[in-house]
Nanobody, 123 residues
């Protein structure tokens, strides 16, 4: 059974850091594009970052230079290191996976999704 377990969220002050983890089971992340999405209250879900099966990385403009996505194949886990956090980063963060070499199109309802982890940045 394919499962994604997101964790690492919490409450942090502006300028602080958090590292989110997306632990995969039931499949090997090397063969998948895996991304992070977030949804703030009253807003639509948006893509934050993605890492392809060839480890090409992509970032939303709003997080470039502050967030770093990485993968650890031995742990079958994808991480999102978030630095210089801002109140506008407050949201529930989800990870998603698709058996596809690129990040294009990732985020569809048919993709595999984790349960979400809350990130709250206080001002």
């Amino acid at each position: 059974e394919v499962q994604l377990q997101a964790s690492g969220g919490g409450l942090v002050q502006t300028g602080g850091s958090l590292r989110l983890s997306c632990a995969a089971s039931g499949f090997t992340i090397e063969d998948y594009a895996i991304g992070w999405f977030r949804q703030a209250p009253g807003k639509e879900r948006e893509g934050v970052s993605c890492i392809s099966s060839s480890e090409t990385t992509y970032y939303a403009d709003s997080v470039k230079g502050r967030f770093t996505i990485s993968s650890d194949n031995a742990r079958n886990t994808v991480y999102l290191q978030m630095n210089s956090l801002k109140p506008e980063d407050t949201a529930v963060y989800y990870c998603a996976a698709r058996f596809w070499p690129t990040c294009q199109g990732l985020g569809a309802p048919s993709d595999y999704w984790g349960q979400g982890t809350q990130v709250t940045v206080s001002s």
